[in-house]
T-cell receptor, first 115, second 114 residues
Framework: QQQVKQSPQSLIVQKGGISIINCAYE??????FPWYQQFPGKGPALLIA?????SEKKEGRFTISFNKSAKQFSLHIMDSQPGDSATYFC??????????????FGKGTKLSVIP | KAGVTQTPRYLIKTRGQQVTLSCSPI?????VSWYQQTPGQGLQFLFE???????NKGNFPGRFSGRQFSNSRSEMNVSTLELGDSALYLC?????????????FGAGSRLTVL
Protein backbone atom coordinates (compact mmCIF):
# COMPACT_ATOMS: atom_id res chain seq x y z
CA GLN A 1 0.00 0.00 0.00
CA GLN A 2 1.54 3.25 -1.15
CA GLN A 3 0.75 5.80 1.52
CA VAL A 4 2.43 8.77 -0.15
CA LYS A 5 1.76 9.31 -3.85
CA GLN A 6 4.19 11.53 -5.73
CA SER A 7 3.91 13.01 -9.21
CA PRO A 8 5.22 13.47 -11.78
CA GLN A 9 7.71 10.64 -12.08
CA SER A 10 9.98 12.82 -14.19
CA LEU A 11 10.09 16.51 -15.00
CA ILE A 12 12.03 18.58 -17.51
CA VAL A 13 12.21 22.31 -16.86
CA GLN A 14 13.99 25.13 -18.66
CA LYS A 15 16.64 27.02 -16.70
CA GLY A 16 14.98 29.88 -14.85
CA GLY A 17 11.59 28.16 -14.82
CA ILE A 18 9.52 26.88 -11.92
CA SER A 19 9.61 23.18 -11.02
CA ILE A 20 6.57 21.82 -9.22
CA ILE A 21 6.35 18.38 -7.63
CA ASN A 22 3.18 17.17 -5.94
CA CYS A 23 2.47 14.66 -3.20
CA ALA A 24 -0.70 13.32 -1.65
CA TYR A 25 -1.26 11.23 1.44
CA GLU A 26 -4.09 9.37 3.15
CA UNK A 27 -2.94 8.83 6.70
CA UNK A 28 -4.04 11.78 8.86
CA UNK A 29 -1.61 10.66 11.57
CA UNK A 30 1.29 12.02 9.50
CA UNK A 31 2.62 15.10 11.27
CA UNK A 32 5.89 16.03 9.59
CA PHE A 33 6.52 16.34 5.87
CA PRO A 34 10.13 16.59 4.64
CA TRP A 35 11.48 16.75 1.12
CA TYR A 36 14.75 15.05 0.26
CA GLN A 37 17.07 15.69 -2.68
CA GLN A 38 19.27 12.94 -4.07
CA PHE A 39 22.11 13.29 -6.55
CA PRO A 40 23.50 10.26 -8.41
CA GLY A 41 25.85 8.24 -6.24
CA LYS A 42 24.75 10.02 -3.07
CA GLY A 43 22.22 9.36 -0.37
CA PRO A 44 19.11 11.55 -0.03
CA ALA A 45 19.68 14.83 1.80
CA LEU A 46 17.06 16.82 3.67
CA LEU A 47 16.06 19.87 1.63
CA ILE A 48 13.13 21.46 3.46
CA ALA A 49 10.33 20.29 5.75
CA UNK A 50 6.95 21.46 7.01
CA UNK A 51 4.45 20.66 9.74
CA UNK A 52 0.69 20.51 8.98
CA UNK A 53 -0.13 23.59 11.07
CA UNK A 54 1.68 25.76 8.49
CA SER A 55 0.40 26.30 4.94
CA GLU A 56 3.66 27.41 3.40
CA LYS A 57 7.37 27.38 4.14
CA LYS A 58 10.05 29.04 2.06
CA GLU A 59 13.81 28.56 2.16
CA GLY A 60 15.62 30.39 -0.59
CA ARG A 61 14.34 29.21 -3.96
CA PHE A 62 12.50 26.23 -2.40
CA THR A 63 8.93 26.50 -1.12
CA ILE A 64 6.61 23.87 0.33
CA SER A 65 2.88 24.49 -0.02
CA PHE A 66 0.69 22.43 2.29
CA ASN A 67 -3.07 21.83 2.01
CA LYS A 68 -4.20 19.93 5.08
CA SER A 69 -7.85 19.56 4.05
CA ALA A 70 -6.89 18.11 0.67
CA LYS A 71 -4.06 16.05 2.21
CA GLN A 72 -1.67 17.35 -0.42
CA PHE A 73 1.66 19.12 -0.37
CA SER A 74 3.98 20.31 -3.06
CA LEU A 75 7.53 21.51 -3.63
CA HIS A 76 8.13 24.56 -5.79
CA ILE A 77 11.62 25.35 -7.04
CA MET A 78 11.82 28.90 -8.31
CA ASP A 79 14.40 30.01 -10.87
CA SER A 80 15.40 26.37 -11.48
CA GLN A 81 19.07 25.82 -12.23
CA PRO A 82 20.96 22.94 -13.89
CA GLY A 83 22.50 22.22 -10.48
CA ASP A 84 18.99 21.42 -9.20
CA SER A 85 18.88 18.38 -11.50
CA ALA A 86 18.38 15.51 -9.08
CA THR A 87 15.74 13.12 -7.80
CA TYR A 88 13.35 14.60 -5.25
CA PHE A 89 11.45 12.56 -2.69
CA CYS A 90 8.57 13.74 -0.57
CA UNK A 91 8.04 11.96 2.71
CA UNK A 92 5.65 11.85 5.63
CA UNK A 93 6.39 10.93 9.22
CA UNK A 94 4.28 9.43 11.93
CA UNK A 95 4.92 8.18 15.43
CA UNK A 96 5.04 4.40 15.40
CA UNK A 97 5.54 3.75 19.09
CA UNK A 98 8.50 3.03 21.40
CA UNK A 99 10.00 6.42 20.61
CA UNK A 100 10.20 5.65 16.89
CA UNK A 101 9.10 7.97 14.09
CA UNK A 102 8.76 6.24 10.74
CA UNK A 103 9.23 8.04 7.43
CA UNK A 104 7.20 6.91 4.41
CA PHE A 105 8.59 8.11 1.10
CA GLY A 106 7.03 8.90 -2.23
CA LYS A 107 8.55 7.12 -5.21
CA GLY A 108 10.55 10.13 -6.35
CA THR A 109 10.63 12.66 -9.17
CA LYS A 110 13.62 12.91 -11.46
CA LEU A 111 14.09 16.59 -12.28
CA SER A 112 16.19 17.68 -15.25
CA VAL A 113 16.84 21.39 -15.68
CA ILE A 114 18.03 22.16 -19.18
CA PRO A 115 20.06 25.28 -20.06
CA LYS B 1 31.46 16.63 11.81
CA ALA B 2 31.79 13.38 9.85
CA GLY B 3 28.65 12.18 8.09
CA VAL B 4 27.12 8.72 7.96
CA THR B 5 29.64 6.20 6.64
CA GLN B 6 28.56 3.03 4.88
CA THR B 7 30.77 0.16 3.81
CA PRO B 8 31.23 -1.40 1.39
CA ARG B 9 30.01 1.02 -1.27
CA TYR B 10 29.63 -1.65 -3.94
CA LEU B 11 29.43 -5.41 -3.83
CA ILE B 12 28.43 -8.28 -6.06
CA LYS B 13 27.06 -11.53 -4.71
CA THR B 14 25.42 -14.60 -6.17
CA ARG B 15 22.04 -16.07 -5.32
CA GLY B 16 22.01 -18.02 -2.08
CA GLN B 17 24.94 -16.17 -0.52
CA GLN B 18 24.63 -13.85 2.43
CA VAL B 19 25.87 -10.30 2.86
CA THR B 20 26.66 -7.97 5.76
CA LEU B 21 26.59 -4.20 5.37
CA SER B 22 28.00 -1.75 7.87
CA CYS B 23 26.97 1.73 8.94
CA SER B 24 28.71 4.23 11.21
CA PRO B 25 26.30 6.99 12.28
CA ILE B 26 27.09 10.61 12.98
CA UNK B 27 28.79 10.96 16.33
CA UNK B 28 26.18 11.44 19.03
CA UNK B 29 23.31 9.99 16.99
CA UNK B 30 21.89 6.94 18.72
CA UNK B 31 19.20 6.02 16.21
CA VAL B 32 20.07 4.19 13.00
CA SER B 33 17.57 3.28 10.30
CA TRP B 34 18.00 1.18 7.19
CA TYR B 35 16.19 1.62 3.88
CA GLN B 36 16.17 -0.32 0.65
CA GLN B 37 16.06 1.78 -2.52
CA THR B 38 15.05 0.28 -5.87
CA PRO B 39 13.84 1.96 -9.08
CA GLY B 40 10.47 0.25 -8.88
CA GLN B 41 9.64 0.55 -5.17
CA GLY B 42 11.56 3.66 -4.19
CA LEU B 43 12.73 3.94 -0.58
CA GLN B 44 11.34 1.27 1.69
CA PHE B 45 11.92 1.13 5.44
CA LEU B 46 13.71 -1.96 6.71
CA PHE B 47 14.26 -1.35 10.45
CA GLU B 48 15.40 1.10 13.08
CA UNK B 49 17.75 0.56 15.97
CA UNK B 50 18.17 2.69 19.08
CA UNK B 51 20.53 1.93 21.92
CA UNK B 52 21.22 -1.58 20.57
CA UNK B 53 17.49 -2.42 20.40
CA UNK B 54 15.34 -2.78 17.32
CA UNK B 55 12.40 -0.48 17.93
CA ASN B 56 10.68 -0.56 14.56
CA LYS B 57 10.59 -2.94 11.63
CA GLY B 58 9.30 -2.67 8.08
CA ASN B 59 7.58 -5.30 6.01
CA PHE B 60 10.53 -7.39 4.88
CA PRO B 61 11.10 -11.16 5.24
CA GLY B 62 13.14 -12.59 8.06
CA ARG B 63 16.14 -12.96 5.73
CA PHE B 64 16.77 -9.31 6.47
CA SER B 65 18.17 -8.67 9.91
CA GLY B 66 20.24 -6.12 11.69
CA ARG B 67 21.92 -5.20 14.90
CA GLN B 68 23.42 -2.20 16.62
CA PHE B 69 26.50 -2.10 18.78
CA SER B 70 27.18 -0.12 21.95
CA ASN B 71 29.02 2.56 19.93
CA SER B 72 25.84 3.00 17.79
CA ARG B 73 27.45 1.43 14.72
CA SER B 74 25.01 -0.83 12.95
CA GLU B 75 25.11 -3.77 10.59
CA MET B 76 22.45 -5.33 8.45
CA ASN B 77 22.54 -8.84 7.10
CA VAL B 78 20.69 -10.43 4.22
CA SER B 79 20.80 -14.21 4.06
CA THR B 80 19.98 -16.51 1.15
CA LEU B 81 20.21 -13.70 -1.37
CA GLU B 82 17.67 -13.47 -4.18
CA LEU B 83 17.93 -11.57 -7.46
CA GLY B 84 15.29 -9.16 -6.18
CA ASP B 85 17.54 -8.11 -3.32
CA SER B 86 19.65 -6.12 -5.77
CA ALA B 87 19.28 -2.57 -4.52
CA LEU B 88 20.91 0.42 -2.91
CA TYR B 89 20.85 -0.06 0.85
CA LEU B 90 20.82 3.21 2.72
CA CYS B 91 21.59 3.81 6.33
CA UNK B 92 20.45 6.94 8.12
CA UNK B 93 21.24 8.23 11.55
CA UNK B 94 18.80 10.55 13.19
CA UNK B 95 18.42 13.19 15.78
CA UNK B 96 15.21 14.61 17.15
CA UNK B 97 15.02 18.31 16.30
CA UNK B 98 12.01 20.31 17.54
CA UNK B 99 9.97 17.14 17.85
CA UNK B 100 10.83 15.93 14.33
CA UNK B 101 13.07 13.00 13.49
CA UNK B 102 15.66 14.41 11.08
CA UNK B 103 17.38 11.69 9.07
CA UNK B 104 20.88 12.05 7.65
CA PHE B 105 21.63 9.40 5.05
CA GLY B 106 24.87 7.78 4.05
CA ALA B 107 25.83 7.30 0.40
CA GLY B 108 24.58 3.72 0.47
CA SER B 109 25.85 0.26 -0.32
CA ARG B 110 24.94 -0.90 -3.81
CA LEU B 111 24.32 -4.63 -3.83
CA THR B 112 24.09 -6.59 -7.06
CA VAL B 113 22.90 -10.18 -6.86
CA LEU B 114 23.73 -12.38 -9.86
Amino acid sequence: QQQVKQSPQSLIVQKGGISIINCAYENTAFDYFPWYQQFPGKGPALLIAIRPDVSEKKEGRFTISFNKSAKQFSLHIMDSQPGDSATYFCAASTYSGAGSYQLTFGKGTKLSVIP
Amino acid sequence: KAGVTQTPRYLIKTRGQQVTLSCSPISGHRSVSWYQQTPGQGLQFLFEYFSETQRNKGNFPGRFSGRQFSNSRSEMNVSTLELGDSALYLCASSLKVSGANVLTFGAGSRLTVL
